[in-house]
Structure formats: structure tokens, C-alpha cells
């Protein structure tokens, strides 16, 4: 049974240029999370969504940043214009339910996005 | 909101000492509980969580944790430090609605001596 799948594992952009990471959740999962890891600085939450929805975005800078999980397909966290800034592991996590029924999350290996 | 703290970042002991790794949460509901560990250059693996059940709570690796909710706590500790426990700690609390979302402390870096 596979797990949580991201890709790519690695990679480099140029500041002003676009990022785009993917997520495969787990086999039966139909909820995602993405979190950013900075040094130091633990694991911070960005977005939760569900098929097709949104459900909680409260982690997300209000620009440049986007995140989707359509009907078919893995869930994309996209992030325009990238800036030194963004440079940080980005790591997905899934679940069958919400977190509150199920009580785990299980987490990809992450993308480590490194902005030159 | 819930939130989670960790106190200092770096905790080194020796192989076969005991391992405490401390946390404490605030939360305006009754919380779930999680320990996560990681090792470099890999995703989160969860060693234990607490959901309102029995407050000690045993995970993999030989790992347990107890909440106290007079303390506000849920430390983990394991009896006896093994060289392949070294690795990244955090410490989670999340609410127990449906759209719940896990907070993270900033995680403990364990280190054990041979």
C-alpha cells in the first residue's frame, strides 16, 4: 500500500520564477494538508482541502500562494514569483477523514524547494 | 486555538539513559495529542497519539507518553536511549472537530552518545 507520494523530492528555481509540488495522498484518502518546514521553526500549516474544497487556508500568504486537489489528479500547492523566502521543505499529509474523526495524519517524504 | 510548547531545542543523552522529551499544549477543548518523530531528509513518522482515551499511552520504538491535564502535559520518554532513536521530535495538538488541523511545536533535536 503506497504512502503519501510528493514530487519532485528536490527543487531549484529562480526567484521570480513559478514552483508547482505535488501530492498523491494515500489510497482511500480524500483529505490533504500541506505544511512548510523552515529551520528552527517546526512544521507550520498552510491549507486543508478536500476533494474540489478548500476547508481551511488560514496558513497561506495571502499572495502568490495557491493550493488545489481537483476530482482526479493529485493536489498541487503552487507558489508564483518565488522570492529567497520560499526556499523550505514542503510537506503533504493525508487522512481518510478529518483529522478530528481519525486522529492521524500520514506524511510524504516532502519537497525541498530551493530558490537561487 | 491550540498550540504546543517545546522547551529548547536540543536534547543529548547517553545510549542506554532515559529519554525525556518535554511538551506542554493549551487548548480551549479537549485535545488530541501526537507525538511525531523525524530523521533526516525524510518525512514525519507518528510514534504515538492520545485521543482521549487511557492518559498513557505506549507508541513504537519502546516510546510512551502520559497526558495530565492538571500539568497540561504530554511528555514523552522512553527507559533506555538506543543510537537509532536520534533524530527530530515535535510534539502536535489538534482539536477533535471534523476540519481540526494539526499545530506543531518547533521540535526537539535528540541526540544520543555512545
Known amino acids: 500500500n503506497a504512502g503519501v507520494m510528493q514530487n519532485p523530492r528536490h527543487l531549484v528555481r529562480r526567484r521570480g520564477q513559478e514552483a508547482r509540488l505535488r501530492c498523491s495522498p494515500m489510497?482511500?484518502?480524500?483529505?490533504v494538508y500541506w505544511y512548510r518546514q523552515l529551520p528552527e521553526e517546526g512544521l507550520k500549516f498552510m491549507v486543508y482541502l478536500q476533494k474540489e474544497n478548500i476547508i481551511d487556508e488560514s496558513g497561506m500568504p495571502k499572495e502568490r500562494f495557491s493550493a488545489e486537489f481537483p476530482k482526479e489528479g493529485p493536489s498541487i500547492l503552487r507558489i508564483q514569483q518565488v522570492v529567497r523566502g520560499d526556499s523550505a521543505a514542503y510537506f503533504c499529509?493525508?487522512?481518510?477523514?478529518?483529522?478530528?474523526?481519525?486522529?492521524?495524519?500520514?506524511f510524504g517524504e516532502g519537497s525541498r524547494l530551493t530558490v537561487l | 486555538a491550540q498550540s504546543v510548547t517545546q522547551l529548547g531545542s536540543h536534547v543529548s543523552v547517553s545510549e542506554g539513559a532515559l529519554v525525556l522529551l518535554r511538551c506542554n499544549y493549551s487548548?480551549?477543548?479537549?485535545?488530541?495529542l501526537f507525538w511525531y518523530v523525524q530523521y533526516p531528509n525524510q518525512g514525519l513518522q507518528l510514534l504515538l497519539k492520545y485521543t482521549s482515551a487511557a492518559t498513557l499511552v505506549k507508541g513504537i520504538n519502546g516510546f510512551e507518553a502520559e497526558f495530565k491535564k492538571s500539568e497540561t502535559s504530554f511528555h514523552l520518554t522512553k527507559p533506555s536511549a538506543h543510537m537509532s532513536d536520534a533524530a527530530e521530535y515535535f510534539c502536535?495538538?489538534?482539536?477533535?472537530?471534523?476540519?481540526?488541523?494539526?499545530?506543531f511545536g518547533k521540535g526537539i533535536t535528540l541526540s544520543v552518545r555512545p
Open positions: 499529509a493525508s487522512s481518510p477523514g478529518g483529522l478530528g474523526n481519525t486522529g492521524e495524519l500520514f
Open positions: 487548548s480551549s477543548v479537549p485535545p488530541y
Open positions: 489510497k482511500g484518502h480524500s483529505h
Open positions: 502536535a495538538v489538534s482539536g477533535t472537530g471534523a476540519n481540526s488541523k494539526l499545530t
